[in-house]
């Protein structure tokens, strides 16, 4: 055998016997390995046994394992998948949702807000039905009462109160009926009510009928010639409603106003009773009432009875 060959068998052969001593012996451990393990079991050993818990009986009720209790708010969220998929709450729907929700508070002006809501398109209902804007000016620069701008008026009242219109133009007369509801709740609704507002008109009335332009059309000897022009004079500051003479008699007279339906609220047939006890007191009668009544939400009727 060549001598070089037999020196590279013997080396291959001390291998082999190296990996197989290594095998039996087990992987190499440090001292600091071995160390640490000699502390952990003297600590082991040294420690306190604890007493050992009886079995839990499968009958026993009270050694029974529960299930902690799960919130009903997460298990609703694991329900709902990914935490993308659950949306970020918002404040109503959170800690705010607890707080009961607020009833509506009622309308600053009651009569007024009726008024509106029975009316087909509001204050832009019936166009055509018109009222003197004398009748409105005279109203709005009261000196007793007026309406205050911010009072919970609609726009188009609180454009009217701020530029009153002049005595000869035509406004919507559902302005002139609106204006007599808000009157109404901010001047009589608290104090005095349906009779102090019909007083109130009454002296307006009276005030009104003294003008140059009233006066032409009131100088009347009688009662019953005002009746005879009634037409004329209503007429003059009303279109698209009629006042019709439906009886007369000895000291008595019944009218009938017609106009578009829910047009003339409560406190504007008032008001109409006002003015008619007011010209029929400068005609000369004596102890004049008036009576309206409401036949439908078309027409009202007018008792009126003097001395």
Known sequence: MDPKEKRTRSTR?????????????????STDVVGARSAITA??????????????????????????????????IAAAGPA????????SEAR?????????????????????????????????????????????????????????????????VQRPPSANEWVPAVLLCAIHSAFYDLAFAAEGGAESFEEWTYQRSIHLMQTPVYRRLMTVGRPEELLALHGARWSA???????????????????RQSYPPF???????????AGLRAAVSLAGAKSVTVKSTEDSPRTSRFHVRWQ
């Open 13 to 29: 052969t001390d291998v082999r016997r190296r990996d197989v001593r290594a095998s039996k012996s087990g992987p190499a451990v």
């Open 43 to 76: 600590v082991s050993k040294s420690a306190p046994t604890l007493p050992e818990l009886p079995a839990a009986k499968p009958d026993d009720p009270g050694q029974r394992r529960t299930k902690p209790a799960v919130p009903r708010a997460l298990t609703a």
């Open 84 to 91: 993308s998929a659950v949306p970020t709450p918002s404040p």
């Open 96 to 160: 705010y949702s607890v707080v009961p929700a607020r009833r509506g508070a009622a309308p600053a002006l009651p009569t007024l807000a009726r008024y509106l809501k029975a009316l087909p398109e509001g204050l832009s209902s019936y166009p055509t039905v018109l009222a003197k804007g004398l009748i409105v000016r005279t109203l709005l620069l009261d000196t007793t009462h007026s309406l205050p701008v911010g009072a919970g008026l609609p726009r188009e009242l609180e454009k009217l």
């Open 237 to 255: 500051f009303y279109r698209g409603a009629t006042l019709d003479v439906l009886d007369v008699g000895p000291g008595k007279v019944v009218f």
């Open 263 to 273: 047009c003339w609220p409560e406190m504007s047939r008032i008001a109409v009773a």
